[in-house]
């Protein structure tokens, strides 16, 4: 119940740390972008490199170097698909999402909430972390790729619009209008 083997416990004193080591190893070399939390493809090369550590560590049919091997290839097609993504605005919009704006100017953007399942009070905790009181006092509410929520405090020397992120089609911005 508590254990198979004393060999399965050595096992894991050895393996573990030679397996973690090589895993900080690739990540240096790979650089920062390689666990950066920029979009959904992201966690998912975050979460399948801690799993196949798990995986090393406890499993006893992975062997270390087969493991290793396992890591090193998430990394080089992590590597790969971003590199790839900052060439290709084609890979990239494969890989990664827009931003969404939530609200402009005080006003909800409930269409965008409803497609982006965000609910008013994700945005009124956003505000409340920004120190807002008031939905009033937010120029916009930006849905980012990562899934986090940024607020942009108004101000009065502020220029329409958010950088980076498609603004909402309103009846005054629609093409052939003036």
């Known amino acids: 119940m508590f254990f198979d083997t004393w060999s399965g416990l050595a096992r894991v ?33 975050t979460v399948a490199l801690g799993s196949t550590l798990s995986s090393i ?7 270390l170097l087969e493991g290793v091997l396992a890591l090193a290839t998430l990394i080089a097609l992590q590597y790969l698909i ?12 494969l890989v990664k999402a827009e931003p969404t704006l939530l609200a402009n100017d005080g006003e909800l953007l ?10 008013r009070d ?26 986090s929520i940024s607020v942009l405090k108004a101000s009065s020397d502020r220029t329409p619009g958010v950088m980076g992120v498609p603004q909402p ?8 209008r003036a």
């Open 13 to 45: 004193v050895i393996v573990g740390p030679l397996a973690y080591v090589a895993l900080v190893l690739f990540l240096r070399i790979s650089g920062k972008r390689t666990l950066t939390k920029l979009n959904a493809f992201d966690l998912v090369v």
């Open 122 to 147: 994700d945005i009124l905790s956003a505000l409340r972390s920004e120190g807002l009181d008031d939905l009033s006092q937010a120029a916009a509410v930006v849905l980012e790729t990562d899934g």
């Open 169 to 176: 089609e309103t009846p005054s911005r629609r093409p052939g």
């Open 82 to 93: 971003t590199w790839s993504s900052v060439r290709s605005s084609l890979i990239e919009g």
């Open 110 to 119: 409930t269409g965008a909430m409803r497609r982006q399942r965000v609910t």
């Open 57 to 63: 560590v406890l499993t006893k049919s992975v062997a």
